[in-house]
């Protein structure tokens, strides 16, 4: 059995991935600096291939928007590319409920419901990103494009 559903989604859809674990500071409140910190110290991984995963509030629901940890999201870019006409960030406990994860662990794969999902553009470019596994201190490497193809994804220029 799969350590998180994330890890399970990838499993069974056969997607090819590559699991990394690093050591989590439970006092760190900023995760996506720590992923960056500690996937790029031995100079493999860029921080512009580290994802963070951002649940948004849109006029009839959630919705995901996925972007490189040191990027700011443009709510007003990540709306217009879900066809709706504006976004907000979701509170904590309500991306928590919708996706079965804690936050700092927010993956795109394995939600409790799969919702509307964007990715920024950038990652096109990468051969691998590197987003959440579902725990914290937990990261997996996909292809850009097998996670556009899991989670539905829409891929535009989200950065602000």
């Known amino acids: 059995m799969a350590a998180t559903p994330a890890l399970a989604a990838l499993a069974d859809a056969g997607v ?3 699991v990394v674990k690093f050591s989590h ?15 790029t110290s031995t100079g493999a991984v860029s ?16 919705a995901v928007a996925i972007l490189p940890v040191p ?11 879900l066809g709706v006409g504006k976004a907000t960030l979701a ?6 409920r919708a996706t079965g994860y804690v936050l700092g662990a927010v993956s795109p794969f394995g939600q409790r419901t799969q919702l509307p999902t ?10 691998r990103v590197y987003c959440s596994a579902g725990r914290r201190g937990w990261d997996v490497a996909v292809a850009p494009a ?10 535009a220029a989200i950065q602000a």
């Open 16 to 18: 090819p991935h590559e």
């Open 25 to 39: 500071d439970p006092r760190e409140r900023a995760f996506g600096d720590e992923a960056v910190r500690q996937l």
């Open 47 to 62: 921080p512009a291939q580290i994802y963070k995963t951002l649940v948004i509030a849109i006029p009839d629901g959630l």
């Open 71 to 81: 990027a700011r999201l443009s709510l007003k870019a990540a709306a217009s590319a």
């Open 91 to 96: 509170d904590q406990r309500t991306a928590e």
């Open 118 to 127: 964007v990715i920024d553009s950038d990652a096109l470019a990468c051969e």
């Open 146 to 155: 097998d996670l556009i193809r899991l989670t539905g994804a829409v891929a």
